[in-house]
Every structure is written in C-alpha cells, then in structure tokens.
C-alpha cells in the first residue's frame, strides 16, 4: 500500500527567502507525481507533473525534481512572495487499485511573511 | 484554460437525506474521478469511472455511494442517505488518459457538504 508523507506540516518564512518542501513515497512503483496548490476552502490547483522517467520540472519560480530510487520529490519555490500562502500538496500516481491511482499526503501549509 | 466545474460550492443538507454532487469534466477527458478531503485530512479517493462503468473504488465508497454519468456531460455522485461523518469537501477529477499519464488529473474547484 503506497503511503505519501511531507514534512514539513507548516512552514513559516519571510518574502523573499528560498525554500524547499519535501515529499516522500513508500512504493517507488510509481507512474508519475504530481504537485498541487489548494487555497482555504478552495479547490486543487495543478502546478507540476513529473512523470516517472523524469528527474525534474520548471515552471516560473517552481522547480520539482524526482528520485524514485529513495522514493522522494522536492518542490522548490525560488524567491517566495506572500501570495504562495497556500497548502501545497503532493500526490504518487500508482497503478490502480483500491487506493485509487493519486494517493495524496496531507500537504504542506505555507505561509510567506511580507 | 479548460476547467472541471462542479455544482453547488457548497450544500448544507440534513442527516438521512439524498444529494446528489454534479460536475461536468473536461470535454475530452475519458476518464472521471471522485475525491474527498475531511477537514484536516488527506485527500481520499472514492471511485474512478471510464466508459460508463466504475473502474476502481475505495472502501469508503460503500453502497450509500453511486456514481452516473447520466448524458454526455455530466459526472454525478449520489449519496443516498447521508451521515454526520460525510461532511466533507468532494472534489471531481478527470484526465485523458488512464493514470493521468503526460497530462496529471485536472480538480474541480469542490463542493462543501454539510451534514446536520
């Protein structure tokens, strides 16, 4: 059974600053991982797909990589302002079953300080 | 951008009741999803339908749960008589192909339900 864990469950760091949030998977069987945003009360916003033959993905200030070797992904955010406040969450891409395909972990929740 | 779109945001509906949650996926996406996040939890997955047929379910989707795609463009999910602990936030998925592959899953933006 494909477990998903990130750490840190909150972060707190002021504008400007780099930072990196770290998402792990038990089963490296993975097909892809995906990153996503989600603002209070809001909906999933896609960010970056990593499929599994890939070691990384851009976009803008986001850089994700990918070792399925050690079962882990990394999300990147360069130069952080306060409107990345969010949860940021990862999800492993499995091949079916009853889990589903998209196992989520239960997120990172960002705050960025003015 | 094309978007999943699920009606209503949210729905406040009494212990024992019917609802019914609609989306309407991307237009050329063959593959559905249900999802639900119980407030401070994971994201949980429910069931996943592909050519008019359920393809995998969850535990939790018992058989309080079903799923229809009654036309071309509508994705439902029904509970039939709903408990206190189905309050949560349903959130519809669907990709292209099957695991998402090249493209991920595209969510909807949820909708709230509320059970009293």
Same mark, same amino acid.
């Given at each position: 059974?494909?477990?998903?864990?990130?750490?840190?469950?909150? *972060?707190?760091?002021?504008?400007?600053?780099?930072?990196? *949030? $770290?998402?792990? &998977?038990?089963?490296?069987?993975?097909?892809?991982?995906?990153?996503?945003?989600?603002?209070?009360?809001?909906?999933?916003?896609?960010?970056?797909?990593?499929?599994?033959?890939?070691?990384?993905?851009?976009?803008?200030?986001?850089?994700?990589?990918?070792?399925?070797?050690?079962?882990?992904?990394?999300?990147?955010?360069?130069?952080?302002?306060?409107?990345?406040?969010?949860?940021?969450?990862?999800?492993?891409? $499995?091949?079916?079953?009853?889990?589903?395909? *998209?196992?989520?972990?239960?997120?990172?929740?960002?705050?960025?300080?003015? | 951008?094309?978007?999943?779109?699920? /009606?209503?945001?949210?729905?406040?509906?009494?212990?024992?009741?019917?609802?019914?949650?609609?989306?309407?996926?991307?237009?050329?996406?063959?593959?559905?999803?249900?999802?639900?996040?119980?407030?401070?939890?994971?994201?949980?997955?429910?069931?996943? &339908?592909?050519?008019?047929?359920?393809?995998?379910?969850?535990?939790?989707?018992?058989?309080?749960?079903?799923?229809?795609?009654?036309?071309?463009?509508?994705? /439902?999910?029904?509970?039939?008589?709903?408990?206190?602990?189905?309050?949560?936030?349903?959130?519809?998925?669907?990709?292209? /192909?099957?695991?998402?592959?090249?493209?991920?899953?595209?969510?909807?933006?949820?909708?709230? *339900?509320?059970?009293?």
């Amino acid at each position: 059974k494909q477990e998903v864990t990130q750490i840190p469950a909150a *972060l707190s760091v002021p504008e400007g600053e780099n930072l990196v *949030l $770290n998402c792990s &998977f038990t089963d490296s069987a993975i097909y892809n991982l995906q990153w996503f945003r989600q603002d209070p009360g809001k909906g999933l916003t896609s960010l970056l797909l990593i499929q599994s033959s890939q070691r990384e993905q851009t976009s803008g200030r986001l850089n994700a990589s990918l070792d399925k070797s050690s079962g882990r992904s990394t999300l990147y955010i360069a130069a952080s302002q306060p409107g990345d406040s969010a949860t940021y969450l990862c999800a492993a891409m $499995n091949y079916g079953g009853s889990q589903g395909n *998209l196992i989520f972990g239960k997120g990172t929740k960002l705050s960025v300080k003015p | 951008e094309p978007e999943v779109t699920q /009606t209503p945001s949210h729905q406040v509906t009494q212990m024992g009741q019917e609802v019914i949650l609609r989306c309407v996926p991307i237009s050329n996406h063959l593959y559905f999803y249900w999802y639900r996040q119980i407030l401070g939890q994971k994201v949980e997955f429910l069931v996943s &339908f592909y050519n008019n047929e359920i393809s995998e379910k969850s535990e939790i989707f018992d058989d309080q749960f079903s799923v229809e795609r009654p036309d071309g463009s509508n994705f /439902t999910l029904k509970i039939r008589s709903t408990k206190l602990e189905d309050s949560a936030m349903y959130f519809c998925a669907s990709s292209p /192909t099957v695991q998402g592959a090249n493209y991920g899953y595209t969510f909807g933006s949820g909708t709230r *339900l509320t059970v009293v």
